[in-house]
């Protein structure tokens, strides 16, 4: 079946579409890479996202021009995906949406609010569409995130040692050996909000870790930020923008002022490589797989394995998934798992009470036409053409 993965994540800049081909053969699932696509919001698209996201205040009215735009700027990607990628042969598509709210109360998560509405997705390709994949984890009250950690363990299932997977996306999260998945915190999310604040918007992040690469950690800073009491609090757990943004960022600045704009960003840097590092420490883990957008962040990558000492720091491209694309094929996969009657969650990972098949189904042009359900699911990930 080929699928198309939609995703945006924490840091709302772009749409990932990645195209995959994948097949049930015995106990594995084998995914081969079509390719992947990324399209950036427009300015004033993504400007009227960023004016409604916590903790400003917004609109039903706005909420309902957002999710026909955004929803709109996805059916453009994957239509695009569908004809570049897949020769206008795509079979269905998966969409994460973007999300824009995850209610969190002590430690408990509520609900959460991914807008992009299917709708537009399946009229501009004819696709049926899976998408709203977090609320039925979080009925069954798991935390709904990171909902990757499915696809992680199957992916790094026999692989030597104790390999862990590390997302550096806005948010940073990972899947441990023994399918424990949690938010760390911030990964992205403060120092995007720094550069942008710091530079008056002149820059949108630190490209190529430049800005960090110059400055240097202020330790009093840094051990104010890492006071913060999410770091403590036990897995399963998550949060996002809701905690980490801008005001949140300037109330820990208080008093700070007179400190260089590079010294703020470099002591951003090594509180995501810490409190990253703590995490896997604490997993157990022998080795580090990781992706999203903080690899192309070369200070923070070497905060991370100086932070990290003996346990080697790799990322997914090595293992035959493009760091930038992890997540887009992660949900292209969780598409297909729900296409085919299959559960898409670990309760260990995010505590749900038990497995679900997740998501709602949009049909496409043609109807609601499913494979025929497997009743005994695939346990382990290939990437074709990969050896480990």
């Known amino acids: 079946m080929r699928v198309i993965g939609l995703m945006s994540g924490t840091s709302y800049d772009a749409i990932d579409a990645a195209a995959a081909d994948l097949t049930i053969e015995g106990d594995r699932l084998v995914l081969t890479p079509l390719g992947l696509i990324t399209r950036g919001y427009d300015e004033a698209l993504r400007a009227a996202l960023a004016a409604a996201l916590p903790p400003a205040a917004t609109t039903l009215a706005e909420v309902c021009r957002l999710d026909t735009r955004i929803g709109q700027a996805f059916a453009a990607a994957a239509a695009e995906a569908d004809r570049e990628l897949c020769d206008g042969q795509a079979e269905l598509v ?61 992916w790094l299932r026999g692989r030597p040692g104790a390999p862990t997977a590390v997302n550096l996306g806005g948010i940073a999260n990972i899947t441990a050996p023994d399918g424990t998945a949690f938010d760390t915190g911030p990964a992205n999310a403060l120092i995007d909000a720094a550069v942008r604040d710091l530079t008056r918007e002149r820059l949108g992040c630190d490209l190529d870790g430049e ?105 997914s491209d090595e293992l035959g998934l493009p760091s930038a694309a992890k997540e887009a094929y992660a949900f292209a996969v969780l598409g297909f798992l729900t296409a085919h009657g299959l559960a898409g969650t670990v309760p260990r990972s995010t505590g749900a009470r038990h497995a679900s098949v997740l998501g709602s189904i949009t049909p496409g042009r043609r109807g609601l036409r499913l494979p025929e359900a497997v009743s005994v699911g695939p346990v382990r990930l290939v990437v074709d053409g990969v050896t480990r």
Do not use: C
């Not at 709203?132 to 696809?151: E, H, K, N, T």
């Not at 330790?219 to 949140?248: C, D, I, M, Q």
């Not at 300037?250 to 002591?267: N, Q």
């Open 94 to 154: 998966a969409s994460h949406g973007q999300t824009v709210y995850h209610w969190v109360e002590e430690g408990r998560v509520h609900g959460t609010l991914q807008i992009g509405q299917p709708a537009w997705i399946a009229e501009a390709t004819g696709l049926p569409v899976v998408a709203d994949f977090r609320p039925r984890d979080i009925a069954a009250g798991g935390q709904g995130a990171p909902l990757v950690s499915v696809v992680d363990q199957m």
């Open 211 to 315: 800005m960090a690469a110059r400055g240097t950690v202020d330790e009093k800073l840094l051990a104010e930020l890492l006071a913060e009491p999410y770091y403590a609090r036990p897995a399963p757990k998550t949060t996002g923008k809701e905690l980490f943004h801008l005001p949140y960022l300037r109330a820990a600045l208080s008093g700070y002022e007179a400190l260089a704009p590079e010294d703020v960003v470099a002591t951003l840097t090594l509180l995501t490589a810490r409190t990253v590092a703590d995490a896997v420490r604490s997993a157990g883990a022998s080795e580090v797989i990781a992706s999203g957008g903080g690899t192309r962040n070369p200070t923070l990558m070497a905060f991370l394995r100086a932070e990290l000492g003996d346990i080697p720091v790799r990322t």
